[in-house]
DNA sequence: AATCGACTCAACCGCGTACTG
DNA sequence: CCAGTACGCGGTTGAGTCGAT
């Protein structure tokens, strides 16, 4: 026994929308908003469209803020961030996009962002399997934009060793954007005599755990552009084990958050930027350590009182 | 001008989850 | 607690467009 049909597919019109279709959605939810109820809306709205087109048509067209096409570098470093990060969670980067949808960032992505990727991989390793950052086994996917955050166990064996985000030559692309490849975050633990970042924990958000190079952490605490050091340039030191490199990781997220926050992509504040959808109920996270890129942010966060926290020990990379 | 292949992106599909009675 | 329903998401499809030949 199948699931019942969101509406009889024989009976109303599928296919592209025409102007007057448009008009006619948009109107409706102009002067009565969606009724949170797209089911019944097509017939108050007077469309012979199933709910879930409308509701489609409606997010990813008719919004008045949308935007499309014309992504810029900031934007291309933001989704490669995000899906070095988290994988493919369009959602969640779209969220972090103004006026971009789920489903333009993911045909951005699959279209253009990922031959740039492609591209750039190239100069570096055969391709890993893709998405290493997802542990399937850890996953517990969170619908609504719930957030529940876990300490993940570490991944059963090494899996790559780079992360990646480099500016790519200027031949790349006619935007000259960066591009970054696939693959998780490097794992590597500075060797002890060159360490220069603190020891990081890990972040772990919704049983997906990202890790950049503690090369990348120096590199923040160095005031540099972590974007430009997220590349791992030196082999691990031999005694470093894959549980090291775990446990010691920097999150992806953090080291990006000073470009981010300098950019103006998230409000002051916003100390975890880029999980923000994820770290909306902070009250039920458990963070081992989460780590901020200045001492600035680190002291805005015992002083920010108009957030929830979670528990955890919270730390300056510089 | 015609053809063909590559590319783009709007739309669809089916699944997992939240919600509701 | 359970079953039915609706929503939201990510993967996939295919019609339309564009550029090369």
């Given at each position: 026994m199948g699931r019942a049909p969101c509406c009889d597919k024989a009976s109303v019109k599928r296919g592209p929308w025409s102007p007057e279709e448009d008009e006619l959605?948009?109107?409706?939810?102009?002067?009565?908003?969606?009724?949170?109820?797209?089911?019944?809306?097509?017939?108050?709205?007077?469309?012979?469209?199933?709910?879930?087109?409308?509701?489609?048509?409606?997010?990813?067209?008719?919004?008045?803020?949308?935007?499309?096409?014309?992504?810029?570098d900031q934007e291309d470093r933001i989704i490669c961030s995000l899906y070095n990060s988290i994988g493919s969670r369009w959602s969640i980067i779209a969220s972090k996009l103004p006026g971009r949808t789920d489903n333009d960032v993911k045909n951005y992505w699959n279209t253009k962002l990922k031959k740039k990727a492609m591209a750039m991989h190239h100069h570096h390793q055969p391709p890993p399997p893709q998405q290493q950052h997802y542990h399937h086994h850890h996953h517990h996917r969170v619908a609504g934009g719930g957030a529940r955050v876990t300490l993940v166990s570490p991944p059963p064996a090494p899996q790559s060793q780079c992360a990646s985000m480099q500016p790519s030559p200027a031949s790349?692309?006619?935007?000259?954007?960066?591009?970054?490849?696939?693959?998780?975050?490097?794992?590597?633990?500075?060797?002890?005599?060159?360490?220069?970042?603190?020891?990081?924990?890990?972040?772990?958000?919704?049983?997906?755990?990202s890790v950049a190079t503690a090369a990348a952490a120096a590199a923040v605490a160095a005031q540099r552009s972590p974007l430009d050091e997220l590349i791992c340039q030196v082999p691990p030191p031999p005694t470093t084990t894959a549980a090291d490199c775990w446990a010691s990781g920097v999150t992806l997220?953090?080291?990006?958050?000073?470009?981010?926050?300098?950019?103006?992509?998230?409000?002051?504040?916003?100390?975890?930027?880029?999980?923000?959808?994820?770290?909306?109920?902070?009250?039920?996270?458990?963070?081992?350590?989460?780590?901020?890129?200045?001492?600035?942010?680190?002291?805005?966060?015992?002083?920010?009182?108009?957030?929830?926290?979670?528990?955890?020990?919270?730390?300056?990379?510089t």
């Open positions: 959605l948009r109107s409706y939810v102009r002067s009565h908003g969606t009724g949170g109820n797209w089911i019944a809306l097509p017939q108050k709205a007077g469309l012979n469209r199933c709910g879930k087109s409308c509701r489609l048509r409606w997010l990813n067209y008719l919004r008045p803020d949308i935007k499309h096409g014309g992504y810029t790349a692309s006619s935007s000259g954007g960066d591009a970054c490849s696939f693959g998780a975050a490097a794992m590597y633990s500075p060797s002890p005599s060159t360490q220069q970042a603190p020891q990081a924990a890990t972040l772990a958000v919704a049983g997906y755990t997220d953090d080291v990006f958050l000073p470009e981010l926050v300098g950019a103006g992509e998230f409000p002051n504040g916003d100390l975890f930027g880029g999980f923000g959808p994820l770290l909306q109920d902070r009250s039920s996270m458990e963070l081992s350590a989460c780590y901020f890129p200045n001492a600035a942010a680190a002291e805005m966060w015992p002083a920010a009182t108009d957030i929830v926290k979670p528990a955890g020990l919270c730390h300056s990379l």
